[in-house]
């Protein structure tokens, strides 16, 4: 594998993981609620996600789906259950003030967050697609395990990086005043986007 086709899935997929999607949103609302700490648990477990299905698509599932549509059917069905069970869960809640919200459940831990943040990510299988329609071009079946290692170490680094930076960007204190004071509506908002998502998921 070349440096510049190594560069190309780097940024290929840096772009993927800006986009928004429903690990960006868990990003944003984890860190406006709960600050910076509890949103980078979360993106790391985003992180993890990432390389799961990214290393499902070295190993092959992308032709597995292929073969077995029933399989991915199963997959996009179950996640975009869970999408809209995180959806209903912060329509439920959008009209609870922020204090009287956290004040109902125990605050969330660093192992929560974080596999909060890795079954959001395996809630969606299209990653595994894009990862292998990806790596078909660019990674010959010749290259060096060390090589997919440092692939996989990028798609790690992306996710994580990227997610915690969204926290932080939402846990600052004038991003926290405007959720506390428009809280109805930018939870419903969310929960609306997380629903239409996962409805996506499942359609398509």
């Known amino acids: 594998m070349t440096l510049a086709g190594f560069l190309a899935v780097a940024f290929l997929h840096l772009l993927a993981a800006i986009s928004p999607g429903p690990a960006v949103i868990m990003a944003a609302r984890t860190g406006v609620t709960e600050g910076l700490r509890t949103g980078a648990f979360l993106a790391v477990g985003l992180g993890v996600g990432a390389v799961i299905w990214a290393a499902a698509a070295l190993f ?18 179950g996640g975009a259950g869970y999408l809209l069970w995180l959806a209903y869960g912060l329509w439920r809640d959008a009209d609870k003030p922020l204090l009287t919200a956290q004040s109902s459940k125990a605050p969330r831990s660093a192992v929560s967050a974080f596999s909060l943040g890795v079954f959001t990510q395996l809630a969606n299988p299209k990653p595994a697609i894009l990862f292998s329609a990806i790596f078909i071009g660019t990674v010959p079946q010749t290259t060096p395990y060390w090589v997919y290692a440092a692939l996989l ?11 915690t930076i969204v926290a932080r960007i939402f846990s600052l204190e004038r991003s926290r005043t405007i959720y506390i004071s428009l809280k109805t509506i930018i939870d419903k908002t969310f929960g609306g986007l997380l629903a239409l998502l996962g409805v996506k998921i499942a359609a398509t």
Do not use: D, M, R
Not at 60 to 77: M, N, Q, R, V
Not at 153 to 163: C, H, P, Q
């Open 60 to 77: 092959g599932l992308g032709l597995i789906f292929a073969a077995a549509p029933s399989l991915l059917w199963t997959l996009k069905i």
């Open 153 to 163: 170490f990028v798609v790690f680094g992306n996710e994580a990086i990227w997610n």
